[in-house]
């Protein structure tokens, strides 16, 4: 059975697939599927991983470059890093 979870209060309950509220914070806290709040936390996640990439981007190409990288390749491993953390390119 789906774990639900109130967006207000936190409380979580197995019940079988359906529309649920919160009984301690009432029918304004429409109880939502625990899948879908890990989808959302994830989404979340990339978003913010994608701010850190913006600020860091220049930062990290000059280091390994520095290191005696080749500036295309380290821009072209950086590029699919980016996507495979984020879901899109900087
Ligand atoms: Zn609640």
Redesign the pocket.
């Known amino acids: 059975m789906p774990i639900y979870r ?6 979580t309950i197995e019940l079988p697939e359906g529309k649920y509220y ?4 009432g029918p304004t ?1 429409i109880m939502v599927k625990v899948d879908s709040i890990k989808e959302e936390i994830k989404k979340r996640i990339q978003s913010m991983l994608y701010k850190e990439w913006k600020e860091h981007e220049d930062y990290v190409i000059r280091e390994l470059v520095k290191e005696g990288y080749p500036e295309p390749y380290v821009r072209e491993a950086l590029k699919e890093v980016v996507m495979e953390t984020t879901g899109r390119p900087l």
């Open positions: 109130c967006p207000k209060c936190g409380r919160c009984k301690v914070c806290a």
